[in-house]
Nanobody, 125 residues
Framework: QVQLVESGGGLVQAGGSLRLSCAAS????????KGWFRQAPGKEREFVAA????????SYADSLKGRFTISRDNAKDTVYLQMNSLKPEDTAVYYC??????????????????WGQGTQVTVSS
């Protein structure tokens, strides 16, 4: 079964940090662009960050630049999202995704072909 599996979510106080991981299983995604998205209750899923297949190019939502960092380890077929200085408004389910059609980082949900099940991140004030 082809899947992406997120981990690393949890409850953290405002100002804290979390590192999310997304590992692939069932097939390799090491040549795919990868991204992180999030969805808060009652809101649409939104773009967080993306990385090219090589890891050499990244893209971020403007509001998150400077606090979040995306990276990948193709040897482990894993993508990471380091989140610092977390705020209550960062509370959401975070999803990773992999896109086969483009090697560059993309912010459009429709560009991604595979999705994980999500991991909950809750930031308390």
């Amino acid at each position: 079964q082809v899947q992406l599996v997120e981990s690393g979510g949890g409850l953290v106080q405002a100002g804290g940090s979390l590192r999310l991981s997304c590992a692939a299983s069932g097939r390799t995604f090491s040549t795919y662009a990868k991204g992180w998205f999030r969805q808060a209750p009652g809101k649409e899923r939104e773009f967080v960050a993306a990385v090219s297949w090589s890891g050499g190019s990244t893209s971020y939502a403007d509001s998150l630049k400077g606090r979040f960092t995306i990276s990948r380890d193709n040897a482990k077929d894993t993508v990471y999202l380091q989140m610092n200085s977390l705020k209550p408004e960062d509370t959401a389910v975070y999803y990773c995704a992999a896109g086969a059609r483009f090697g560059s980082p993309r912010s459009n949900l429709a560009d991604y072909d595979y999705w994980g099940q999500g991991t909950q991140v809750t930031v308390s004030s």
